[in-house]
């Protein structure tokens, strides 16, 4: 990496976050996520489970992610189980005005994507999540306490 790409980059970082929310090139310490990504978080937590989720994680990105501030990761051991765990977190955030603006994998069911914008929803089989490891590419990231 060049000097001026260091410099472009830093001038970036400065106008996503402004300047008194950076310190030393990366987001200051303490931004994390929102009231609203933990609420909606906690939420979709507890819609999960009563459809017997499995392994359902939630995580702080907000410091290494620009485009949410949380995540919650679930698993389903079927693709029915999937399906229903979507539609139960679809139903309980709908409830609470929330409303997701992209869906992604209803057809096979084996990992759906909600992105409600403050949290990114991700229902996985039981075999996607072990391949993908999401929970291992995001472990740097401050665990969300979902009240389960």
Avoid: Y
């Avoid at 702080?60 to 765990?85: E, W, Y």
């Avoid at 679809?90 to 990992?111: I, N, Q, S, Y």
């Avoid at 929803?121 to 999401?134: C, D, I, K, P, Y």
């Amino acid at each position: 990496m060049t000097a001026t790409q260091v410099i472009e980059l830093t001038a970036a970082e400065d106008e996503f976050f402004g300047p008194e929310e950076m310190e030393g090139g990366q987001p200051a310490p303490g931004r994390g996520a929102s009231d609203r990504a933990v609420e909606l978080a906690r939420l979709a937590a507890r819609a999960a489970s009563g459809k017997l989720a499995q392994n359902i994680v939630g995580l702080d990105v907000s410091q290494r992610l620009g485009l949410t501030d949380a995540f919650l990761i679930c698993s389903g051991a079927n693709d029915r189980q999937v399906g229903a765990i979507v539609d139960a977190i679809e139903e309980k955030l709908f409830g609470a005005g929330a409303k997701p603006v992209r869906r992604e994998g209803d057809g096979e069911a084996r990992w759906v994507l909600l992105d409600f914008l403050d949290l990114i929803v991700h229902v996985q089989s039981t075999e996607a999540r072990n391949l993908f490891a999401l929970d291992r590419l995001w472990h740097d990231c401050p665990e969300i306490d979902l009240d389960l």
